[in-house]
């Protein structure tokens, strides 16, 4: 019993973390991409959401496999960080921060977007005669109104977290003890032969999305809990 909790324990934990230091980036950089995208016209705008939607439609060793190259010891932003930091990323737990981040940005920024544009611009319009600046209005008025919205992103963002795999397996590898994560840990189990384990897992995991998709419906206010 104790072994079969030591299999569970660190994957569990393990998601866990990952999954809420990836909410806190995506949360930080999403809320800003989304309000770029619902409030500005530029030029390449469309490319940009194009680039932001791939992680949604290719496949995850695709996605994977793009992140090896750009953070790998060969890649451009892997030599910047071997440069500072001394020692490369891959197969540690950061680099599944990483994977995790990548597949879960596109639902922060889209269902943010989203919440942002259906914001009345009659109010931000008001705000502005009332000398707010656009900061402002976005910090004081926008963002709090969309507050919904956002909080489905982030809880979607980080639901799709807690289930990445395949990037997360060409990124961070399956090492038992350090970047075996819950997905990575049920394959694992599974390839093993090590039904009843893998059960659990999936018994869990299973749990955790059923209440994340409360908890989203709740704070969008399209599902009764």
């Known amino acids: 019993m104790i072994p079969m909790l030591d299999n569970i324990w660190f ?60 953070v790998g010891r060969n890649g451009f932003l892997g030599q910047m960080i071997l440069n500072f930091l001394g020692t490369g990323i891959m ?47 976005a910090l ?13 992103g982030l809880i979607l963002s980080f639901a799709r977290a807690m289930g990445e795999f395949g990037a997360t397996l060409m990124l961070a590898g399956n090492i038992p003890g350090k970047t075996n994560t819950m997905s990575i840990s049920i394959y694992s189990a599974f390839q093993a032969g090590n039904n009843k384990l893998a059960q659990v897992l999936v018994l869990i995991l299973v749990f955790m999305s059923l209440l994340t998709i409360a908890l989203t419906g709740r704070f969008a206010g399209k599902l009764e809990v």
């Open 11 to 70: 994957p569990l934990s393990l998601t866990l973390w990952i999954a809420a230091i990836s909410s806190f980036f995506v949360l930080s950089s999403g809320v800003a991409i989304a309000y770029v995208f619902a409030r500005r016209d530029f030029r390449g705008k469309g490319l940009a959401e194009l680039l932001l939607t791939l992680p949604l439609v290719l496949p995850p060793t695709v996605i994977g496999y793009l992140l090896v190259v750009l």
């Open 91 to 137: 197969f540690t737990w950061q680099a599944a921060v990483i994977a995790a981040y990548t597949v879960s940005l596109p639902l922060m920024v889209y269902t943010a977007k989203a919440a942002i544009e259906a914001v009345d611009r009659e109010i931000e319009y008001a705000a502005y005669i009332l000398g707010k600046s656009e900061l402002e209005t």
């Open 140 to 152: 004081q008025i926008t963002l709090p109104i969309a507050k919904k919205g956002i909080l489905a």
